[in-house]
């Protein structure tokens, strides 16, 4: 079986590169990636010499060389991460997720549509696995500021915090609805995919997943953001008041849900993906916070003083809930880990990895960081 993972070089796309090759060794691994600011080849350092792997530097727009490499590989299935992931960056510059996000994704379908239909067994035995997000299905409300019981749980979560701060959640056939110019590109591309198959039978699976945390994101989202900023003695910015809440999972366990739904999901269907884990962005900082001073030695509430609310994200979504049960009851897959112990392992990676931190977070991304709180 020949893949080719885009964005592979990002924090997702790693994640599941290293699950594949460890758990399928006979599964040759093609990571297709562009190189922005938030891929890093560092990332793959682990990886690089094992001979089922093949890193090729491809901007997922260039179809005739994405077209090339399918003549190449004679790839089977595609899982296609890549994409421009910030919600903030996407604030700014909306065109840069247009293309890679709507375009990019256009691209890939159609060299995948060209190539397989070249083929004597066509479609058999292929998919076109897109990775997506919550936030295409817009913002819930917040019925219970203090969380109540959910009405689902997990084995991961049961003993420990777990709330519901609303009643309604994201459900597959729940409307899309997206705010951001990054969850429009999104929701964009996913229409995209569906297409392909309603109107050429390409045998398309679309995942739409919650929050992720966990080893080699970019230091630019919330989490590695204020562990990255704790080390430095940097403020820690709140936006708003720190009420907005995300359903949070740990990333190896969304590289397991994907390996199980990429093997035996349905062609053509919706899977959600969470991890029944909602927080409040202030109740989480704190747990960060907490768990940095303790793994460092530092005095108890040392650097909750860093932190800092600040202006809203524009249109910032209120809350995002997940509803992952059909996943559970059709495909067996729940959240393996329970989320203090995830936190934990993810504080621990990134203080012990301070070295990839600062590689990553040199030369462009120190100019845009500057440009972003330069008030
Ligand atoms: P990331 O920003 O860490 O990585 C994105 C990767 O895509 C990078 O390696 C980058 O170099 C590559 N890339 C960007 N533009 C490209 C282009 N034009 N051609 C080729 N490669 C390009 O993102 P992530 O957090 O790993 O997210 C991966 C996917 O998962 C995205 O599609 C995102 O929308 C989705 N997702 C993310 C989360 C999350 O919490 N991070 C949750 C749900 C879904
Ligand atoms: O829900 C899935 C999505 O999760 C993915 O599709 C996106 O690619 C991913 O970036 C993430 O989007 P969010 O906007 O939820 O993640 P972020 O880490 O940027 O922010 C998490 C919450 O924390 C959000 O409510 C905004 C808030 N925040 C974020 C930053 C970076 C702050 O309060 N301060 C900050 O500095």
Redesign the pocket.
């Known amino acids: 079986m020949t893949i080719i993972v ?2 592979g ?5 790693s994640n599941f590169v290293f699950h594949m090759l460890e758990k399928y060794p006979d599964y040759r691994i093609v990571c ?5 600011y ?2 890093n080849l560092s990332t793959l350092a682990p990886v690089m010499d094992n001979p089922n792997f093949r890193f090729c530097k ?4 260039d179809r005739e060389a994405i077209y090339q490499l399918f003549e190449e590989e004679h790839p089977d299935m595609v899982v296609n ?6 919600v903030d960056r996407s604030i700014k510059d909306p065109f840069t997720f247009a293309r ?1 996000n709507v375009m ?1 994704t256009l691209s890939l379908l159609q060299a995948a549509k060209v190539y397989w239909e070249s083929l004597p067994e066509k479609y058999e035995g292929k998919r076109f696995y897109h ?3 919550d936030e295409v299905y817009g913002a819930l409300e917040m019925t219970h500021p203090e969380g109540i019981e959910p009405p689902f749980t997990t084995t991961a979560s049961s003993s420990e915090h777990h709330l519901a701060y609303g009643k309604d959640f994201f459900y597959e056939d729940t409307k899309y609805n997206p705010h951001s110019p990054y969850s429009a590109s ?1 929701a964009s591309s996913d229409h995209f995919v569906r297409a392909f198959h309603d109107t050429y039978g390409m045998p398309t699976i679309v995942t739409n ?4 945390y966990g080893p080699y ?2 230091p630019e ?1 919330l989490i590695p953001l204020f562990i990255n900023n704790i080390r430095h003695r940097k403020p820690l910015p709140v936006y708003g008041k720190g009420e907005n809440v995300r359903d949070w999972l740990y990333v190896e366990d969304h590289a397991r849900a994907i390996d199980v739904i990429f093997h035996r999901g349905k062609v053509a269907e919706t899977y959600n993906i969470g991890g029944f884990n909602e927080w409040k962005n202030i109740d989480l900082i704190k747990v960060i916070v907490r768990t940095v001073d303790r793994l460092l030695g530092n005095p108890e509430g040392e650097s909750e003083k860093l932190i800092t609310y600040v202006t809203d994200r524009a249109g910032h979504d209120l809350r995002y809930a997940i509803d992952s049960r059909k996943l559970k009851n059709e495909l067996g897959w729940e959240p393996s880990l329970q989320f203090k112990e995830g936190i934990e392992k993810t504080v621990r990676w990134y203080l012990d990895n301070q070295e990839w931190m600062d590689n990553v977070t040199s030369g462009d991304y120190q100019r845009y960081y500057e440009e972003m709180y330069k008030d």
Do not use: P, R, Y
């Open positions: 885009t964005g070089a990002g924090f997702i796309g297709v990636d562009k190189l922005t938030a891929g491809i901007d997922i727009c991460f890549a994409a421009e992931s910030h890679t990019g990775i997506s997000t999104k997943c919650s929050n992720n994101q970019f989202k």
